[in-house]
């Protein structure tokens, strides 16, 4: 079981994560200045404190390798998740997926996935999740526009 309840040593962790430009690359999604710990907080603080959304870490081995998050988003349930780099290719993201998706029925629940980010979409596709849409969004991380895949993975 890699999830478990966020821990207050693991924003610690969640935080050297965001500064992996690489990943930033690979997920599109990043704060304007990752550096800044102050925003990190900020935006940690209001995901922990939404009754609405779901925050677990996803451990190996007793250290805190990412995270999964589910918010609700006009009306429908969200997932995203990070995996730092150095525990990619392990399947973590995958059991992590796996595990939420058992304990969390409730449908349809969506994800955003930049296009070109074929582990996340490997992942949530091999769940049964299907692209419903594009949109275009702004990249801090890249400074750019990207068009993210708009996966559903519905109840029927």
């Known amino acids: 079981m890699p999830l478990r309840d966020v821990r207050s040593a693991d924003l ?3 935080f050297l994560h965001q500064q992996d430009e690489r990943a930033n690359l690979m997920s599109a999604f990043a704060p304007r200045n990752p550096a800044d710990r102050g925003v990190f907080d900020y935006h940690w603080a209001h995901l922990l404190g939404d009754p ?18 589910c918010s609700r988003v006009d ?7 990070w995996t730092a780099r150095e525990f ?23 994800a955003h996935v930049p296009e070109d980010n074929a582990g996340s979409i490997k992942v949530l596709t091999r769940r049964g999740f299907e692209k419903v849409g ?14 993210e895949h708009v996966l559903e993975l519905d109840g029927d």
Not at 52 to 69: K, M, N, P, S, Y
Not at 89 to 108: I, W
Not at 134 to 147: P, Q
Request: proline share 2%; aromatic share 8%.
């Open 12 to 14: 610690d962790e969640f």
């Open 52 to 69: 609405d959304t779901t925050v677990q870490t996803i451990e190996h081995e007793g250290r805190a390798a990412g995270a999964l998050v």
């Open 75 to 81: 009306g429908v349930d969200e997932l995203s998740f």
């Open 88 to 110: 990619w290719g392990r399947g973590l993201t995958t059991a992590a997926v796996d595990e939420f998706l058992a304990s969390h029925t409730r449908r349809p629940i969506r």
């Open 134 to 147: 594009e949109e275009k969004v702004f990249s801090n991380a890249r400074a750019a526009v990207v068009v």
